[in-house]
């Protein structure tokens, strides 16, 4: 099928295409953020665990052929980094944010210095599911190839969002966030239950590199990941600790970085720069916007030493 | 060569662990009797060395010189272009004994090289990028090959390729070689088709694996079907071409692993022959000039092998125009020529032919091209 | 009695650096790699002579003062990652001024670019403060992403309005006149960026353990409802302690273009701020730690290379020898107060 000339409407096909290819890094970190600090704990640490999980997905996958595999391992791998970031914050007078930085030079140091033997080899991508079958346009095709953790991420953010509010360990989770002596009061064990959420928050943040190493751009290299991991930690701020909040502002993210290129693919091309930029001066805008001193962190899990 | 730093070097190897010594000369006594002289050379790298592109392409060359006899090869990768590679020269200098340098990233040259090189004056600098000027230490030297010519290569190839008439090219920075690649890329095409145009995204770094790849997605939606880049690391570039059924034409290394039968041809560095020639030189006490540079027919670069999808009558071309470049004097920007902005770049009869001093201030896009420089 | 109390803050975390000593040990023996050439690589590549040492410490000496970026906020309880913004807007802002200044003498060109560097990043990090104090944005995020858009800005700029003509393949500022660069110091060729950065930690010391404005942020950063209900100015000491930081970062983009560089251009941007959070969260935002951290940080990677070229290990191999042994330090801050020899009461017993 020959491509159509669609012109301008190149950019606003170019925002979805580029909000479902590049949020999913995003959306899985940030969910994964999101249950840890809605335990009380910040594992600024992700972006370790994210290349971390890139390189173990790409090297699992390439190693025995199946991408699926690769995900797996890449959960695995990052639940592991998560159960020893909530491990060691158990311990008092030790600072979560302070180990999560340790953590993240340990997770890229580790990645790289594994993943040397595995830059070259190419291994299977992860399968897309086309959406576009119903145009005869092959950009619109192509924007609307969905890759299947794009739609686990998104049944992730509702089954979580119906987790905090409605079950027993959506309860847990955010009685243990709101304050360690009252977990203690009821009979739980705060220090346990971080230790799962960080746990379950390292395996999310590990299948978003692998998404990264997979899929899209889809190959591993030591500059896979340009900080998409310490970002989606902080669009858990600006999602206000709600998991459906996260995948919108994981997608605005995405979105927004398609921007740059686009514009420059239909002739706006000065000052590229800043068109780059926008994501982050559209983040910031936001939260300016919807932030006012008398709800500073309306939201925010009370025991998060990052709110105190 | 015995400098007061190959003193320091064999000190060293008197007072360091003993199995220390013991490995890195075993490495030595292991070949036949050493007729060389001993020459310790350092190459440095700004990314991983097998990162299918820039890197690697000065990587390939190291190993050459690997192979040659009474030298040994230091290698540091991933040094950024600050305070760190001083570092680094002065470690390999110091610790090492390095004599002859290769501090191959571009930025090393001002001020680090600049900085380093009066401090040891005995030791040799070879930068790639061709940026000595006689102002210069009298111990750096620069070399350089005109790539562009292997991008007018790929344009040729591209042209035959392209059905939507529309060819993309993702560039990192619009800096004078990569202005002149796309430009060549362009001209190249155009040989086959003057109604060819050229899409260019610029992604304002060097290396950046998303944005790359949303460049070339957003270069495919706009209906370019031939993609090539100029990035130090092609790979993202040459995947999601791939995956949007785009040909690709290589840059800096081979990427026909990457990109299978959407291989058209590709330009690629061919630093193993520079390399073994300088550190051969430097072995024999021969001097090496401040000021290398060459292109197709010195061997400084070489093209891909051509892919499947090139048609014959592609072929006949490539390999005209080829031999027509290795024959010297060759130009890709001739007149009647216009920027893309109207202004005449070359009169009719004007020509500036690849070794031309002009063309490594380029500041333009010709016409034809879809982008702006700033 | 006292120095007992006092070795506690020594003991623990050298105690600690051993025990990660231990442990990357162990990680070497498991790939069949020597440990005693390990650390004989990192004492020869990092302090073991005046080359080592000048690598060191040119090494550290930004990451001192991206360092206070970090501590002087943490007083009041603030996590601001964004000085890397900072640093590259103040950077750009000493390099840009340098070439107005060209014709004053050296050390009033110096000056009024190095003042220009910390205005720039003062304002930059002072706005992530004032953002929080009027209208609650988070300074974690803020700062994150105000990082981001000062780079774009500095290159922005740099390839563009203030791009100089001549700077062909590598988009700079205009060189600045020789008068203008910060030399190197007696002895070492290390810039006095170095000397810097440690006057700028005793000052912040002096600022935070001896002055009334220390204790009030202090008492902020404890509690900033009972510091508001106190009367403490809440609002202007996180205005100014974030403004200060920002300068502190300015200033190391002023040493960056005016000592190493010689002028503004997109090698600026080298992770300095980021590995800055590092140190001073080692350094328990201690202005006084800051340096002795800083300049283990530089060690360690000055020794990068040689691990490189001597063991034949990955670039890597640092940064999993950093990471291992900054999280047993950190895993030991939970033994401070453990140990009965360094308690009062252990020493009024006797």
Not at chain 2, 244 to 264: E, I, K, T
Not at chain 3, 162 to 183: C, M, Y
Not at chain 3, 252 to 271: D, K, R, Y
Request: glycine fraction near 12%; charged fraction near 15%.
């Amino acid at each position: 099928m020959d491509p159509v000339d669609i012109g301008l409407w190149g950019v606003p096909l170019a925002i979805l295409g580029g909000a479902i290819r590049v949020s999913t890094p995003f959306i899985f970190v940030s969910l994964g953020e999101c249950l840890t600090e809605r335990s009380g704990r910040i594992n600024l640490g992700l972006e370790g665990t994210l290349v971390f999980g890139a390189m173990s997905g790409y090297a699992m996958a390439y190693e025995t052929g199946s991408p699926f595999i690769g995900v797996l391992a890449a959960a695995v791998a990052g639940m592991l980094f998560g159960l020893f970031h909530g491990w060691i914050c158990k311990f008092e007078g030790v600072n979560d944010i302070a180990v999560g930085i340790a953590m993240m030079l340990f997770g890229m140091g580790l990645a790289f210095f594994l993943g040397k033997p595995y830059i070259q080899p190419v291994a299977p991508d992860l399968p897309a599911i086309g959406f576009g079958w119903w145009s005869d346009i092959p950009q619109v095709r192509a924007a609307l190839q969905v890759n299947v953790l794009f739609i686990a991420g998104g049944i992730l953010a509702l089954v979580m969002a119906w987790m905090f509010r409605s079950t027993r360990v959506g309860l847990v989770v955010r009685v243990v966030g709101d304050s360690t002596d009252a977990a203690r009061a009821i009979g739980l064990n705060p220090d346990v239950v971080r230790l799962l959420a960080t746990g379950a928050g390292g395996a999310l943040a590990g299948v978003g590199g692998a998404y990264l190493s997979l899929y899209y751009p889809g190959s591993w290299s030591e500059g896979i990941s340009s900080g998409q991991g310490l970002m989606a930690v902080a669009l858990v701020i600006f999602a206000r600790w709600n998991p459906i909040n996260c995948f919108w502002a994981a997608l605005l993210f995405g979105g927004a970085g398609a921007l740059g290129p686009a514009l420059q693919s239909v002739g706006v091309s000065e000052g590229y720069y800043l068109f780059f930029a926008a994501p982050y001066v559209l983040t910031l805008g936001l939260l300016i916007l919807t932030s006012s001193p008398d709800r500073a962190m309306q939201g925010a899990p009370l025991a998060l030493s990052l709110t105190k | 060569m015995n400098t007061p730093k190959s003193l320091n070097r064999r000190r060293f190897l008197g007072t360091t662990a003993a199995s220390l010594a013991a490995a890195s000369l075993g490495g030595l006594s292991a070949r036949p009797a050493v007729a060389q002289t001993a020459l310790t050379v350092g190459f440095i790298y700004v990314g991983p060395k097998d990162d299918f592109g820039y890197n690697q392409a000065h990587a390939e060359g190291a190993a050459a010189v690997k192979a040659m006899e009474g030298v040994t090869v230091l290698e540091e990768e991933n040094v950024p272009e600050s305070q760190d590679v001083q570092n680094t020269m002065e470690s390999m200098i110091n610790f090492d004994g390095a004599q002859l340098l290769f501090p191959t990233s571009f930025g090393y040259f001002n001020p680090h090289i600049l900085e380093v090189a009066p401090k040891y004056p005995d030791i040799r600098f070879e930068h790639a990028g061709g940026l000595w000027t006689p102002e210069n230490p009298a111990n750096i030297g620069s070399y350089f090959g005109y790539i562009g010519m292997g991008q007018y290569l790929n344009g040729i190839a591209a042209g035959h390729a392209t059905a939507s008439k529309k060819i993309g090219f993702v560039a990192a920075k619009p800096i004078p070689q990569v202005l002149n690649n796309i430009n060549s890329f362009l001209l190249g095409a155009r040989t086959v088709d003057p109604s060819i145009t050229c899409q260019v995204i610029f992604t304002g770094e060097w290396s950046m694996a998303v944005k790359e790849a949303e460049a070339t997605n957003a270069l495919a939606d706009q209906g370019s079907d031939v993609i090539t880049c100029h990035v130090d690391g092609p790979k993202g570039v040459c995947e999601t071409a791939v995956s949007r059924g785009a040909y690709v034409c290589g840059y800096h290394a081979d990427q026909s692993p990457l990109a299978g039968d959407l291989y058209l041809t590709g330009a690629e560095w061919n630093w193993a022959g520079i390399y073994t020639d300088m550190v051969a030189k430097t072995q024999a006490g021969e001097p090496i000039d401040n000021f290398v540079r060459g292109g197709l027919a010195e061997g400084f670069i070489k093209m891909s092998p051509l892919g499947p999808a090139v048609s014959d009558a592609a072929r006949a071309q490539f390999e005209a125009t080829r031999a027509e470049i290795e024959a010297g004097g060759f130009a890709a920007i001739k007149g009647p020529l216009n920027d893309n902005r109207g202004n005449v770049i070359a009169a009719a009869g004007e020509a500036f032919v690849e070794t031309d001093i002009a063309l490594e201030s380029m500041d333009y896009l010709v016409e034809g091209v879809l982008g702006s420089t700033r | 009695m006292r120095l007992m109390l006092g070795a506690e803050a020594v003991v623990i975390p050298l105690g600690a650096l051993l025990a990660g000593f231990a442990a990357f040990s162990l990680f070497l023996l498991v790939l069949g790699k020597s440990p005693v050439e390990f650390f004989a690589l990192v004492w020869k590549a990092g302090f073991s002579s005046a080359f080592s040492w000048q690598n060191t410490l040119s090494r550290s000496a930004p990451l001192v003062l991206a360092a206070l970026c970090v501590a002087l906020p943490a007083r009041l309880g603030l996590v601001v990652i964004g000085g890397e913004g900072a640093i590259v807007l103040g950077g750009l802002a000493a390099g840009v001024t340098g070439l107005a200044v060209g014709g004053l003498p050296g050390v009033l060109g110096m000056g009024l670019m190095a003042a220009a560097g910390m205005v720039l990043g003062g304002l930059w990090i002072g706005a992530v403060g004032a953002l929080r104090i009027k209208r609650g944005v988070n300074e974690t995020i803020s700062s994150l992403l105000m990082a981001y858009i000062a780079i774009a800005l500095f290159n922005h700029f740099v390839e563009g309005l203030f791009r100089d003509p001549g700077s062909l393949n590598k988009p700079s500022t205009a060189p600045l006149a020789e008068s203008l660069r910060v030399g190197d110091m007696p002895f070492i060729s290390a810039h006095w960026g170095v000397v810097a950065g440690a006057l700028a930690c005793i000052l912040c010391w002096i600022l935070l353990e001896k002055t009334t404005l220390g204790f009030a942020a202090r008492i902020a950063g404890d509690n900033i409802r009972a510091a508001q209900v106190q009367g403490l100015p809440v609002g202007p000491l996180v205005i100014g302690f974030t403004a200060l930081g920002g300068a502190f970062a300015g200033l190391a983009g002023f040493f960056e273009v005016s000592a190493v560089h010689g002028s503004a251009n997109g090698s600026l941007i080298a992770g300095y701020g980021y590995t800055g959070i590092l140190v001073a969260f080692l350094a328990r935002h201690n202005p006084l730690a800051i340096f002795p951290v800083a300049i283990l940080l530089g060690g360690f990677e000055a020794s990068s290379g040689l691990i490189q070229r001597r063991m034949d290990l990955p670039d890597a191999t640092i940064l999993v020898f950093q990471g291992m042994v900054f999280i047993i330090i950190l895993l030991s801050e939970a033994l401070y107060g453990r140990f009965a020899i360094f308690t009062p009461a252990y020493w009024e017993r006797r």
